[in-house]
């Protein structure tokens, strides 16, 4: 299982919105969003952090995200990596902290360039 985060125009319905964003290697020209995909596994990292996609991004504007996930990550950077693996990263190997905070700090970017979107979580 994973998360099915999209961060696109408000303005876009939603079941237009696999044809209308960008997904991680694509760049499209018309796009007027992003899809993100990460693995369930890290949830309680998520959720400890309080950027868990469904339960803490789900609703909010682009630019409350983004704010969100700043905090989360300066919380995240003050921690050492090597006790955030030993505590969250899953025993099957199917993500880990590392691909976690990349995945968030693209959707922070993505946020920041994007104000006004929206992010909607549709797993």
Same mark, same amino acid.
């Given at each position: 299982?994973?998360y099915?985060?999209f *961060?696109?125009?408000?303005?876009v319905?939603?079941?237009?919105w696999f044809d209308v964003?960008?997904?991680?290697?694509?760049?499209?020209? +018309?796009?007027?969003?992003?899809?993100?995909?990460? +693995?369930? &596994?890290?949830?309680a990292?998520? +959720?400890?952090?309080?950027? &868990?996609? *469904?339960?803490?991004?789900?609703?909010?504007?682009?630019?409350?995200?983004?704010?969100?996930?700043d905090?989360? #990550?300066?919380? *995240?950077?003050l921690?050492?990596?090597?006790?955030?693996?030993?505590?969250?990263?899953?025993? &099957?190997?199917?993500?880990?902290?590392?691909?976690?905070?990349?995945? #968030?700090?693209?959707i922070?970017?993505?946020?920041?360039?994007?104000?006004d979107? *929206?992010?909607?979580?549709?797993?």
């Amino acid at each position: 299982m994973s998360y099915d985060l999209f *961060i696109v125009d408000k303005d876009v319905p939603e079941p237009e919105w696999f044809d209308v964003c960008e997904r991680d290697g694509e760049h499209v020209r +018309t796009a007027h969003g992003h899809y993100f995909n990460y +693995t369930y &596994n890290l949830s309680a990292f998520f +959720t400890d952090y309080k950027v &868990n996609p *469904i339960h803490d991004l789900d609703g909010l504007t682009s630019w409350e995200a983004a704010a969100r996930i700043d905090k989360a #990550l300066k919380d *995240i950077y003050l921690e050492p990596l090597y006790v955030l693996r030993g505590k969250y990263n899953p025993p &099957n190997y199917w993500g880990s902290v590392d691909s976690a905070i990349a995945w #968030l700090e693209r959707i922070h970017d993505y946020c920041r360039e994007h104000p006004d979107y *929206i992010v909607r979580e549709r797993s």
